[in-house]
Each structure stands twice: as C-alpha cells, then as structure tokens.
C-alpha cells in the first residue's frame, strides 16, 4: 500500500518512478522528492469512454495525475480520511469522496438504478448524490473522505445492513442495494431526507458508514 495514514485528517503517500497516483485536485498539502502533478483527461486506467460515461453521469470529480518520486502529504477539507485495500474485488464509491488512488486500479461508472429499479432511481434524489456512482476495481489502495470519521460494517447472507443514505460513503463485495421508505408515503410529503429512507444492503461484503449525515 503506497498510503499511511500520518492522522485522521492527512495520509503519506510514496511516489516511485514508473507508477501513477491519482487525486482529488487541491488536495496535495505538501510534498518531498522530485514530483510532478498534472492534470487527468482520462481519470485513471477506465480510458476514454469511461470518462465520457462519468461526464454524462454528472460523476467526474477533477483529478490529478501524481508522478516522480517522492512522498507526497494529502487531505481536503478538513475531513477525515480512511484508507481501503482492494484485493481484486470492486469498490463503489460516490465520487465527490475520493481523495486519492493507486494507478492501478481501473476506475468506471455504474448506474445505481439498475440495482434498485425506481427506488435506486429515488437514492440519488434523497441521498443528493448521483444516480451514477463510481468504481474502482483490481489490487490497490484507496484513500476516502468521510465527516467524523468510518467504521466498516460486515454484510452477511443472512444480515443484511440498513443505512442512513446520507451517511453512507461506499461498498464493496458482491452486494445488492436498494432504497426503502422507513415511514409511509403521506408522512413523508414535506420532510427532507433523513429517516425517511433507509439504504439496505444485501449479500457479503463490506459498507463504510461516516458518523455523520452531513455531505461533504
């Protein structure tokens, strides 16, 4: 893993020559070695057509492609970061939580409606996130940004896991979502978000909840 977190607000990653990190742009706080930072048309290893995807999605956080060699210091906002290996398997994460990545990983877009039917539709007006979200997929680490920091929350065959849409930051694993009124519908004419939902998830794998329901 070329991350180590230095807090709960800032990570560390090492640069080497002939590999590639990816960022969130405005998010190097400070650097040491011959870097270089530029940047990214195509926003990782997903090419051309998954950038376009991610642009007609209304997915596409700004990226910088990060080079050389050296340590390079990142963080934004003030958040708090969490630090996620893939193994091989696929992550789903809204965008705007990215904050960095290693190279290797190959990003694309998936649309959560074809999870959820109407209610995965319904998500990403209630949760204010897209109908789209990001993935990122192969062997590599991934930086992510949360309020009040993440737990990771075990999903099990026979225990799925309900979240607070607003609260939740991403998944991995083979899992199923969808979006389901926790109160009736006439109560719910009028109120925001909140309650109102509840995010289920289903299967086996994992979901990282922020201890928050504020976005970032």
Known sequence: MPFREVN???????VV?????????GAMLAYRGDVSF????????????????????????PLMTVEGSGTVMFG???HHIHLIQLTGDTLYVEADRLLAFDGTLRQGTMFMGSQ??????????????????????????????AHGGVIEVPIAPDAPVHVDPQAYV???????????????????????????????????????????????
């Open 8 to 14: 709960a607000k800032m990570v560390e990653a090492t």
């Open 38 to 61: 530029t940047p990214s048309i195509q926003g990782g290893q997903g090419g051309l057509m998954s950038m376009i995807g991610r642009r007609v999605a209304n997915e596409a956080t």
């Open 17 to 25: 020559p002939g590999t590639t990190l990816y960022s969130q742009r």
């Open 170 to 216: 991403a998944h991995h694993g083979e899992v199923r979502n969808k979006l389901s009124a926790a109160i009736g519908w006439r109560e719910m004419v009028g109120r925001g978000s909140g309650e109102a939902f509840q995010l289920e998830l289903s299967g086996q794998g994992t979901v990282y909840v922020q201890a928050s329901e504020e976005k970032l």
């Open 116 to 145: 959820g039917g109407v209610m995965g539709m319904v998500r990403g007006q209630v949760s204010g996130q897209g109908l789209f979200t990001t993935t990122l997929q192969g062997q590599g680490a991934v930086a992510v940004m």
């Open 76 to 78: 934004h906002g003030g």
